[in-house]
């Protein structure tokens, strides 16, 4: 640490003074900048000589890359990292031992060499360096792959092999589907102009209807390709004609069509049957003669495994997004350096347009002005009084909120209990519009009351109780569907309770669609005509984001009952972004808070995964393992709960094949028990837990390097000041020096214990340097680069 | 697959794909708007790696940096000569840094050179200066300005040398959850 730097710095100094040519800068003794090398400075094309910041970055990645090679065979324990882990001017300083740049630039390429494809492509697109000397970098690991072998000189074993191919494949066909998706490019340009002219708030909105469309068309491909085209290649005869009025009831002609559950056959397609064309075979689990001579198709297997992996898949990727973005988000929260931060990182790079850009400018000096103005004045001048009425102010909301999500969840819990009672005689575009128009009004009187301003506390609130608000309502509803409307004996719930589902996203449709109708369009007319101010709405990107999530929450719900549901859900969105985007350039200006746009991605990404997804896939799970299927439609027909498929398929499996017992125990134990699915969350928690830990052991060690880093600055000050006194004073009297000299050790040592990293009596510490007080001014200091933490 | 194009080879575009975050496609694109900028100087065949290089100006005047305060730094410290001549290779250099995929440090390294103005490895009070009239396009008063440079300096620096070196720099920045996103240019 600073024991180290110094004792280097008093030798070369030392050796510096035998040097007659050598003289003592006088501009270290006025100011403590004596990190400042005049030497250094005075070069003036020292930036622009590649030469010197291009050795220096080589041997940094030299380090790098041989790190990642040491941790990519054993992660290194933090103990054995050296104390004097400063993390330092990234090598920009770095006194390497290589004296010339061929040298470092051939250890850099052979460690290149030796690591992996994509650690490879990685290092290379992480170098500050020029395209030119990557390239130079990159051709020479490249041509010398042809003759080695990658896995070095050892013939590994063949399990080895195996798994290496098979994780590289994955790697690769996971990067492949990414960069294709990547490459797709929706709507790009208009993302641009909407970046171009509004920022990154309103445009993360837009990216994350991208993201659930994308969701919305994996969900739609599976389950078109496994369930709609099968049977509606074998359709039965059409009971209803088709009336326009169909799209908006989801009744009548649909009702009996491979929209709903109650289409799908329980039976085995075939094809080229003995018996008959296309009909299917009868008792579904006994036909296995014509299944074995023609391409067969067991409906009830393949609509349970589809829907089952559809959802895992989507849970698979959901996770890795959000620990994604929650990785790029998360960082430590220390006293926040709100003015410098505001100065750099503020500008948003993506504006182009004129006015915009001039918004920008005039918001971020306001900004920095109201900043200013807090951190200079006093921070205690909040009085009691001003606390209390904003603690009431805020609870009066909350209460006001929950008592409204309270009334709305009763209000539709009675409602549809009276439709229950009623036995469904008429439409049901009734309950389900005084239902929304119920939630609609509470919503807005609720977001009224919180207020307009998007400060960080209150857009979370604002989040939070519309959160409540949805949650509460689709539980209520699930509720009802799964407890009352299952076992009341209907003729086919599944597609009632598809229907209901379709009903609710088109009615949130519409609902979205004349909200930005009024919300937007004629409020601007109306402040522009009537009121005449040139002020128009602002975009209102948390809740907007809200309906998303929520209009996601159905359609993972009705997947089980309306397999086409996904695709219904993709012509809402699509239609959505465009009319979004209309209505935002028409109507909208530029928001003025700054939006914490990597933070609230982060939310909606977590709350996309967690209450809606999470809820989704429970609601889901728990009808495929408890509830009864109807008994005269769709393809669980007969069984006494969905999981019986598999379970008839795995005896069937044994039946015809002896050996395959073991799959049978295998499944009778993993799956039907639900001791598993709680061994596998325990898992899942304390993967979670651990990994908390982990970050809060990483925090700890941050904050303990900072105030390590902090300590060493100022000790560093106050030796270099001692040193110049000391070596001052020597000049004019060499009689008092043996004097300074014990006064710098007391000093030193009593120094010495009050900082971090110092041990208690170090005698390197006390005694080499005051006793080399006679080492003259030019100081340059050699910063070692750390090891690096992890 | 695709258009055969005689821009680049292959295996120059396979270079590019691996130093850069740009897929073949977008670095074609790129080279078109490379390109328009001066159709006369810039020639279609690059497979012979022909030494062609924009100035400032032409650069400056692209829709993506027209407005930007910061375009003269921003070309000047992604040129070989510090002086904003751009060959291809800066250009896509310049793209690829300010684009989505690329990580924190890298973003932070050049931004860093970004806001040195007098190019001497640090942000000193007068860097700052400059970074705030520019941002704010002169709209505070001076005494404001020295106000918010030495609370800005005092709060980031972290060894006390009263300006900001890189350490003291990316340290704030990893504070910065917004950072990542602001300092993006889509092309």
């Given amino acids: ?275 008959n064309g296309s009909a299917p075979s009868p008792g579904g689990w006994r036909g296995l003669d014509c299944a074995r001579q023609g391409l067969s198709y067991s409906m009830p297997l393949a609509y349970f495994f589809t829907i089952g992996t559809a959802f895992f898949i989507t849970c698979i990727i959901l996770v890795f997004s959000m620990s994604r973005s929650f990785g790029q988000s998360f960082r430590v929260e220390q006293s926040p350096s709100l003015l410098a931060m505001k100065a750099f990182c503020s500008w948003d790079f993506k504006v182009v347009k004129t006015s915009s850009v001039a918004l920008m400018s005039e918001n971020i000096g306001t900004q920095l002005r109201e900043l200013l103005a807090d951190v200079t004045r006093n921070h205690a001048n909040q009085t009691a009084g001003q606390r209390l009425w904003r603690l009431l102010v805020h609870g009066l909301a909350w209460t006001i909120c929950s008592g409204s999500t309270v009334a709305c969840a009763l209000a539709v819990h009675y409602l549809a209990q009276h439709m229950h009672a009623v036995r469904h005689t008429h439409t049901h575009t009734d309950t389900d519009t005084h239902a929304r128009a119920r939630t609609k009004s509470s919503l807005n009187v609720s977001a009224a009351s919180c207020g307009l301003d998007a400060d960080d506390r209150l857009c979370c609130c604002v989040v939070c109780r519309n959160l409540m608000l949805k949650v509460s309502l689709l539980s209520v509803l699930c509720f009802h569907w799964l407890g009352r409307e299952a076992t009341s004996g209907l003729q086919c719930w599944e597609s009632f309770v598809g229907q209901e589902l379709y009903r609710f996203l088109l009615m949130d449709f519409i609902f979205t669609l004349l909200d930005t109708l009024l919300g937007e369009f004629l409020w601007r007319l109306f402040s522009e005509k009537v009121l005449k101010k040139s002020r128009r709405p602002v975009f209102d990107i948390a809740r907007n984001v809200l309906e998303l999530i929520y209009g996601q929450t159905l359609a993972w719900l009705g997947v089980l009952f309306t397999p086409l549901l996904p695709g219904v859900q993709i012509i809402k969105l699509l239609l959505l972004f465009y009319i979004k985007m209309s209505s935002v350039m028409l109507n909208c200006q530029a928001p003025r808070k700054p939006y914490r746009a990597s933070k609230m991605t982060t939310v909606f990404i977590t709350l996309l995964c967690f209450p809606s997804f999470l809820g989704a896939s429970v609601c889901v799970t728990y009808t495929m393992w408890s509830i009864a299927p109807s008994r005269a439609c769709g393809p669980f027909r007969g069984l006494s709960t969905m999981m019986q498929a598999g379970r008839l398929w795995v005896e069937q499996l044994r039946d015809a094949n002896p050996h395959l017992t073991w799959l049978a125990t295998a499944h009778s134990y993993l799956v039907e028990n639900p001791l598993f699915l709680f061994v596998a969350a325990g898992v899942f928690m304390i993967i979670i837990y651990f990994n908390s830990q982990v970050v809060g052991g990483q925090r700890k060690v941050i904050a303990l390097l900072q105030e390590q880093i902090k300590n060493e600055g100022e000790d560093k000050k106050f030796l270099i000041r001692q040193l110049q006194t000391t070596h001052a004073k020597k000049r004019d009297t060499p009689a008092r020096r043996s004097q300074q000299v014990r006064h710098c050790d007391d000093a030193v040592t009593r120094r010495g214990k009050a900082s971090f990293s110092l041990p208690d009596s170090d005698p390197r510490y006390s005694s080499t340097f005051c006793n080399r007080g006679n080492a003259t001014g030019r100081f340059r200091l050699s910063i070692q680069s750390p090891a690096g933490i992890w | 697959m695709g258009n055969k194009q005689t821009i680049f080879t292959d295996e120059q ?156 720099f990316e340290n704030m920045i990893t504070r910065a959850p917004d950072f990542l996103s602001t300092f993006h240019i889509r092309i």
């Fill in chain 2, 13 to 168: 575009l396979d270079a590019y794909q691996d130093c850069t975050f740009f897929t073949r496609k977008e670095i074609l694109r790129l080279h078109g708007r490379y390109h328009e900028l001066a159709p006369h100087l810039v020639p279609m065949d690059y497979t012979k790696e022909p030494d062609c290089k924009l100035p400032l100006a032409l650069i400056v005047a692209m829709p993506e940096l027209n407005e930007n305060p910061f375009r003269n730094r921003i070309v000047e410290s992604f040129s070989e000569d510090g002086l904003g001549n751009q060959s291809f290779n800066d250009f896509v250099d310049m793209f690829s840094v300010l684009s989505e995929m690329a990580p924190r440090e890298l973003k932070a390294i050049f931004a860093f050179k970004i806001y040195d103005f007098n190019v001497d490895n640090f942000l000193c009070k007068e860097d700052l200066e400059q970074t705030l009239n520019r941002l704010t396009k002169e709209e505070l008063t001076e005494e404001e300005v020295q106000l918010v440079c030495e609370k800005a300096i005092e709060e980031a620096d972290l060894d006390g040398d009263h300006k900001l070196s890189f350490a003291d």
């Fill in chain 1, 1 to 275: 640490g600073v024991h180290d730097s110094f004792s280097r710095l008093i030798a070369e100094q030392t050796q510096d003074e035998r040097d007659p040519g050598y003289e003592r800068d006088p501009g270290c003794e006025r100011d403590p900048g004596y990190e400042r090398d005049p030497g250094y400075e005075r070069d003036p094309g020292h930036e622009r000589d590649p030469g010197r910041n291009r050795g220096a970055i080589l041997s940094q990645y030299y380090n790098r890359t041989l790190q990642l090679r040491m941790r990519r065979q054993s992660r290194p324990s933090l103990r054995d990292l050296p104390h004097s882990s400063r993390p330092s001017l990234r090598g920009y300083r770095v006194e390497s031992d290589f004296s010339e740049t061929d040298i470092r630039r051939q250890a850099l390429v052979s460690n290149l060499q030796k690591l992996s494809v994509s650690d490879r492509v990685r290092m290379l697109r992480a170098m500050p360096l020029s395209m030119a000397d990557k390239r130079q970098l990159r051709w020479a690991p490249l041509s010398s792959l042809l003759l080695s072998s990658p896995l070095g000189h050892q013939t590994p074993h063949i399990v080895v092999l195996c798994l290496i191919s098979l994780s590289l494949s994955l790697s690769l066909s996971l990067s492949l589907w990414f960069s294709f998706l990547h490459s797709l490019q929706l709507w790009q340009l208009a993302l641009k102009r909407v970046g171009g002219r509004f920022g990154t708030g309103v445009l993360s909105y837009f990216l994350f209807l991208k993201t659930l469309l994308f969701f919305n068309l994996f969900l739609f491909l599976v389950t078109g390709l496994f369930l709609v085209l099968p049977q509606a290649v074998h359709p039965p005869p059409a009971v209803h004609p088709f009336s326009g009025l169909e799209l908006l009831t989801g009744g009548g002609y649909f009702s009996d069509s491979v929209l709903y559950y109650g289409y799908y056959s329980d039976t085995t397609l075939n094809r080229d049957c003995d018996n």
